[in-house]
């Protein structure tokens, strides 16, 4: 496969733009782009921990994540009473990745609210909403440390996350929804900046999969993440 349907090589992202300061009353907020793909990431500081960590001396973050009902092409039920086990999963995987990127304990007994909504979706959300959370989390430590230097010391690596895939033979890098759905192996990775690994989750949809392939789409996804690390980067130091 030469190329895919939207013109793009195998080894290549889609358009990517993170705008930040999206919204006016989170200290930390953007609005991340991934193609089609559109989530709204903020991050508010509140002076409260779950009763479970009291007096010990850190802080937790933990994340929502919600896809609006016109994000796709059929409504999407609100989730108002129970969460579904997909949201509450996409949710855990990005509170265990921006956790990976913080010193929780100099943090203090704080806690760092993270809210993920999907306003358009076409692929790759959760992994935009990990990309663009970052930001978001890294803006409100920038903020308040105005005021409280020893939040200064929390950031302690950067986090991103891409999605890969196998699409009619061919390992590809970051799948919109078309690519998504006729995969035969689907894989989003969580990495640091440290070129670690938080999170791998990979699932062959028809025939197995063999470490070869595997790992050339680890070594295709660390490739994308290098890239969500630069422009991270460049946001933050605006």
Known sequence: MASRHSGRTPMQLRPLKITPHYLSHPPGSCLIEMGGTRVVCSAMIEE???????GQGKGWLTAEYSMLPASSG?????????????TMEIQRLIGRSLRAA???SALGERSILV??????A????????????YVAVMLALQKFSQKIPSLSQVSKRAVAAVSVGVVKGT??????????KDAEVDMNVVMTSEGKFVEVQGT????????????????LAEQGI???FRLQKQVLMK
């Open 204 to 219: 062959a949809e028809g025939e197995p999969f063999d470490r070869n392939h595997l790992e050339s789409l680890l070594a």
């Open 102 to 104: 913080i010193d929780l």
């Open 171 to 180: 390992p590809v890098l970051d799948l919109d929804y078309i690519e998504d």
């Open 48 to 54: 409260t921990i779950p009763n479970w960590l009291k």
């Open 115 to 120: 809210d993920c909504d999907v306003i358009d």
């Open 226 to 228: 290098q890239e969500l």
């Open 122 to 133: 076409d692929g790759g959300t959760r992994t935009a909403s990990i990309t663009g959370s």
């Open 74 to 86: 059929q409504r999407i039920q609100r989730e108002r009473n129970k969460i579904g086990g997909r």
